[in-house]
């Protein structure tokens, strides 16, 4: 056996192992399931004749994570939040409230989108302010099928989906075990633009139509 095929296995293997790993795992920090992995032949891409894909679903958001037999890269379906801002689709003074998974909108809570990412290129709240409190719960630690919480000072920055979660908490609008049943649900659907009461997945959706 040549080096390249000994190479070449060991690589199959190594994927062979991350793919039983992601899929025990179930569920990733942002909310993030494993739909499959798919080996790529030459007749798809001709420069590399071993690619394989994997797809993750969140919510109705499919991200596609490629990588060839070298191990680089090759593409990706994230959207850097940097990039909405870069375009103009979001302005560092722009305000957002937060609007629950059931619909209704909180306008005592004051937030912004900053720009940079979190975790697997999720977009980062800062909530400012809910109504007159000084501090809420925020998830602080994954615990296998449920969240621990640490009570944190305001202004607090976080993933969206963790902000969206801490709210949820906070208003007593699920509980524990509803969240982590909607948890694919909660993030950036909950915060809206108040110059135009534009949701922040919207922005998005449109800013990835127009990079793709």
């Known amino acids: 056996m040549s080096r390249s095929d000994e190479a070449l296995l060991s690589y199959g293997e190594d994927w062979h192992a991350l793919e039983e790993r992601l899929r025990k795992s179930q569920r990733f920090d942002e909310g993030y399931t494993l739909l499959d992995v798919v080996d ?3 007749d798809l891409f001709t420069d590399l ?30 959207i850097a939040p940097k990039g909405l801002f ?16 059931k619909g209704d909108p909180h306008p005592e809570v004051k937030c912004r989108i900053l720009k940079r990412g979190g975790g697997g290129a ?43 979660i801490a709210l949820h908490k906070y208003f007593g609008i699920y ?9 694919n649900h909660l993030g950036e659907r909950n915060f ?20 793709s």
């Open 122 to 164: 999720s977009f980062v709240a800062e909530i400012q302010s809910v109504g007159k409190e000084t501090e809420i719960p925020v998830p602080s630690k994954w615990a296998g099928d449920h969240h621990e919480y640490a009570t944190e000072k305001l202004p607090i920055v976080n993933t969206t989906k963790r902000c969206s």
């Open 40 to 42: 790529v032949g030459r």
């Open 175 to 183: 509980d524990e075990p509803a969240i982590m049943k909607r948890y």
């Open 49 to 78: 004749w071993l690619i394989r894909l994997l797809r993750f679903q969140r919510g109705d958001e499919i991200i596609v994570y490629s990588e060839n037999a070298l191990g680089e890269r090759a593409g990706s379906g994230w």
């Open 86 to 101: 870069e375009q103009g689709f979001i302005l560092p003074d722009d305000r957002f409230y937060f609007v629950d998974d």
């Open 192 to 211: 809206r633009r108040v110059r135009d009461n534009r949701l922040l997945w919207d922005l998005k959706e449109e800013y990835r139509r127009g990079v």
